[in-house]
């Protein structure tokens, strides 16, 4: 596609359900990553995927935090028993291997 | 980690002035880059520049990664250039993974 895009755009969900976020990356980039911007926290990194893999996770903030990657294409961001602090924008950007990166416009989620 | 710091926090501009913004990095990064957030929250991609000079219309930037400092300059400023302003860099070896300063809060008024 032109550019990397997310969605949804917003979700709403409440405390102790789970959530999927999806990212579609720009067409051929092999990089991927998905970072999260809160008021308290400004904009942080959560997980990076090269092709499939994921060698490096060290952003997760939690074990209920995961997120795969299929056909070197698509990413799901997934959050399990969602609690009110996961309350963010999460935002992901793609690019070809250490290049420049583009961000998708972002799914805003609260918790309730 | 490394520590990215974004000067100055906030600024407020008289539409048609001009002004410097700074990053400074606590240890070396590749591949800077500067982001303008607008207000619908998304991040455009301003200058990818790991070192040297670029610029572009009314923007230009400057790296100088031996001294771990980029600059981002804004000329005769429009009110269309209000938001946040990032820089980013990934450390050496870490993946390309994008550490971020807290930004610079620009508002630029008729």
């Known amino acids: 596609g032109a550019g990397v895009s997310q969605s949804p755009s917003n979700k709403v969900t409440e405390k102790g359900k789970d959530v999927e976020l999806r990212c579609d990356p720009i067409?051929?980039?092999?990089?991927l990553y998905w970072y999260r911007q809160s008021l308290g926290q400004g904009l942080e990194f959560l997980i990076y995927f090269q092709g499939n893999s994921a060698p490096d996770k060290s952003g997760l903030p939690s074990d209920r935090f995961s997120a795969e990657r299929t056909g070197g294409s698509v990413s799901t961001l997934t959050i399990q028993r969602t609690q009110q602090e996961d309350s963010a924008v999460y935002l992901c950007a793609s690019s070809a291997p250490s290049r420049e990166q583009f961000f998708g416009p972002g799914t805003r989620l609260t918790v309730l | 980690g490394i520590q990215v710091e974004q000067s100055p926090p906030d600024l407020i501009l008289q539409e048609g002035a001009n002004s410097t913004l700074r990053c400074n990095f606590s240890d070396s990064v590749n591949n800077l880059q500067w982001f303008h957030q607008n207000p619908w929250g998304q991040l455009i991609n301003l200058f990818y520049i790991p070192s040297g000079t670029k610029q572009n219309g009314r923007l230009s930037a400057t790296t100088v990664a031996t001294e771990r400092y980029s600059l981002l300059y804004i000329s005769s400023s429009q009110t269309t250039d209000s938001g946040v302003y990032f820089c980013a860099g990934p450390p050496y070896n870490q993946g390309g993974k994008l550490i971020f300063g807290q930004g610079t809060e620009l508002s630029v008024k008729p």
């Open positions: 067409s051929g980039h092999t990089a």
